[in-house]
Nanobody, 125 residues
Framework: QTQLVESGGGLVQAGGSLRLSCVTSGRIGQYPMGWFRQASGKEREFVAAISWSGGITDYADSVKGRFTISRENAKNSVYLQMSSLKPEDTAVYYC???????????????????WGQGTQVTVSS
């Protein structure tokens, strides 16, 4: 069973930055990965996704230009650099692994087989 563990969340003021990390217990080099978030009382939403090579990325419109997803396959890790944070970015952030060998990204949550436990990000105004 592949496990994903997120870290790097915390409390930050609006305009600040955070870098989330996600480490997996298995090799991820062939698979797309993504980040999702769920705010209190709301449904989980897509944030960002990255192809197995790192050469293709996709972002939700709400974070485009502020967040950057990256990965280090040798370290079985994926990252989410978040800048210019806003109070509406407050949520639990989850990383996810799609064990489908394909060249592109995965943006639908239902396609991901493995999920982390989440890390809380709180942005104060």
């Amino acid at each position: 069973q592949t496990q994903l563990v997120e870290s790097g969340g915390g409390l930050v003021q609006a305009g600040g930055s955070l870098r989330l990390s996600c480490v997996t217990s298995g090799r991820i080099g062939q698979y797309p990965m993504g980040w999702f978030r769920q705010a209190s009382g709301k449904e989980r939403e897509f944030v960002a996704a990255i192809s197995w090579s790192g050469g293709i990325t996709d972002y939700a419109d709400s974070v485009k230009g502020r967040f950057t997803i990256s990965r280090e396959n040798a370290k079985n890790s994926v990252y989410l650099q978040m800048s210019s944070l806003k109070p509406e970015d407050t949520a639990v952030y989850y990383c996810a692994l799609d064990v489908a060998q394909k060249p592109g990204t995965t943006i639908f949550g239902w396609e991901y087989e493995y999920w982390g436990q989440g890390t809380q990000v709180t942005v104060s105004s």
